[in-house]
């Protein structure tokens, strides 16, 4: 299929979505957060059950794979649940969401040494508040400018820019 044929498509597949690139990454950052927190649940609940051994060998890749594809499992089932979407869409979204935010937290997890911090500490009071420094690092990671405030205003959306515009304006040589 050449390209001149893609196009058309491509554009008329942008206009049926009606969704403009700005507000893509709204739904980006509510799908991050919606995995994080369903992330952040489950290894919570391991730890409040005092299986903080498990936690810490899960965010390594060290747990036995009956154990990872278990707490997986339940991962991708919060997800699931808590995105309200259904079929296709909603395992396409959790299987790349979902461990897009397991890497980024196992990075922040090295960044912080959040392992050596849970094994040194055994009290499960210690490990939850460990847990949502973790949580905090990997959303700063996720999405850098969360914190800033910044918004799009209805009357600030983007307009195109057509062809004449950029053409008249330019200098001539």
Not at 15 to 25: D, E, I, N, P, V
Request: aromatic share 4%; hydrophobic share 50%; charged share 20%.
């Amino acid at each position: 299929m050449n390209t001149s044929a893609l196009l058309p498509r491509l554009l008329q597949a942008a206009k049926s979505t009606s969704l403009a690139a700005w507000q893509t990454g709204q739904l980006f950052r509510r799908a991050v957060a919606t995995a994080l927190t369903a992330v952040h649940d489950v290894l919570q609940a391991e730890i409040q059950k005092g299986n903080m051994q498990l936690v810490s060998d899960f965010v390594t890749s060290k747990a036995l794979p009956a154990a990872r594809a278990l707490l997986l499992e339940r991962m991708a089932a919060r997800v699931l649940v808590r995105l309200g979407l259904r079929g296709a869409l909603a395992s396409n979204v959790v299987g790349w969401v979902l461990p897009l935010v397991l890497e980024q937290l196992i990075q922040a997890g090295h960044k912080t040494g959040f392992f050596h911090k849970v094994q040194s500490n055994t009290t499960i009071l210690d490990a939850l508040s460990r847990l949502d420094e973790l949580k905090q690092a990997a959303w700063k990671r996720l999405v850098p400018d969360a914190d800033s405030g910044a918004e799009v205003l209805p009357d600030d959306a983007p307009t195109p820019l057509l062809l004449s515009e950029s053409t008249s304006n330019s200098p001539t040589a």
